[in-house]
């Protein structure tokens, strides 16, 4: 929804028979008989982890965070690199649903589902599959084996919405997403209530949405009149298109007239030197290695427990060729503001609807 990570993609293994597998048996799969706790590692069987995504394994944000987590689970876990298989770009609902029951199918304990939209097909197949551990990043809903995943990515989005409103000179910033689910909406919320803490009378454009988390061209283009109707910082929740805003940014920042971008979901400051102020990361590893620990000992417990700033999974991180030009008394709010929502003095909200 933190603390940064280096961007270097480790070895991805993706299963040879996901295909074969995928293309077998859906509703009308026979259910397994459980033993043990989902997702508890059997005796004398390897303990087996799956990483679906919906986008590139190498997107540097949403995608890219739970591979960098998912090879940080081996070595905590000390597993071999045959038990862990990644599959990407499952970009439709029969992609989605076809992994998630073709992992189910060969025995693996734990799933990883990177985004909301595995939620349903892992609760409708759940009960098939009760020695499986279904983990839904960005779900809601928990079931015996399906536990979500609740990234608070509002709290470091609410210090961006501070910096955006300190550093604004035309007084008007904007955001722009690539789906209008409730998880962005949510963000873009926070972003919105922080810029408000530092100017009440920002003017926040209207969110505009590309329905597109991979085309660096429909996010330069969403861009653009964003920039033209005066917004010089843009916070955007895209992925891989995130590039585009980037991009549009960079092209429009003048000396005289600077525009600005914000990054979320991985330290995104290096995407375009000069223009990325701040970003707020999310760190999967800590939720990810927690859980897959417990699973495999038979410990873990379904919760929609939110993970933010204060369990150090979301941050907010400066980028440091850009520091100077924040001004002293607009750090010293964002800093302030920080750190009463790491101690829980503040609680940015989350909007779940």
């Not at 074969?20 to 069987?45: D, E, F, H, I, L």
């Not at 505009?208 to 929740?237: F, M, S």
């Not at 970003?279 to 410990?299: D, M, R, Y």
């Amino acid at each position: 929804m933190t603390a940064t990570r280096g961007t270097q993609l480790r070895l991805i293994l993706v299963s040879a028979c996901i295909a074969a597998v995928a293309g077998c048996g859906r509703s009308n799969a026979p259910s397994v008989a459980a033993s043990g706790a989902p997702g508890q590692k059997a005796t004398g069987k390897p303990y087996k982890i799956a990483l679906i995504l919906s986008g590139s394994a190498t997107d540097h944000g949403w995608n890219q965070d739970a591979v960098e987590a998912i090879h940080d689970v081996q070595t905590a876990l000390n597993l071999p690199a045959s038990s862990i298989s990644i599959k990407e770009e499952a970009t439709s609902p029969s992609q989605q649903q076809d992994n998630l029951r073709a992992y189910a199918s060969q025995g693996y304990n734990l799933i990883f589902g990177h985004g909301e939209e595995y939620q349903a097909p892992a609760l409708h197949m759940a009960s098939q599959f009760p020695n499986t551990l279904f983990v839904i990043s960005s779900g809601d809903k928990l079931a015996t084996n399906v536990t979500p995943i609740v990234f608070k990515l509002e709290d470091g989005s609410y210090l961006l919405g501070m910096l955006a409103a300190g550093m604004s000179r035309t007084g008007k910033i904007a955001e722009v997403g690539a789906q209008e689910i409730a998880p962005v909406r949510s963000v873009f919320t926070a972003f919105a209530l922080g810029a408000k803490a530092v100017n009440p009378n920002i003017t926040i454009l209207h969110p505009v949405y590309t329905n597109d988390w991979e085309d660096i061209g429909k996010a330069a283009q969403a861009t653009q009149p964003l920039i033209q109707q005066g917004a010089d910082v843009i916070i955007q929740d895209l992925d891989s298109a995130s590039q585009g805003v980037f991009n549009a940014v960079q092209q429009s920042s003048t000396p005289s007239h600077p525009v600005y971008a914000l990054g979320t979901n991985n330290n995104q400051n290096s995407s375009a030197p000069g223009v990325v102020l701040a970003s707020a990361p999310i760190n999967c590893s800590p939720v990810f290695v927690s859980i897959a620990k417990q699973a495999e000992a038979g410990t873990f417990k379904p919760s929609d427990t939110p993970y933010g700033l204060p369990q150090g999974v979301i941050g907010f991180v400066e980028n440091p060729s850009l520091a100077s030009r924040i001004p002293a008394t607009l750090q010293a709010k964002i800093t302030a503001a920080e750190k009463d929502i790491q101690s829980g003095k503040l609680v940015v909200p989350m909007k779940t609807q």
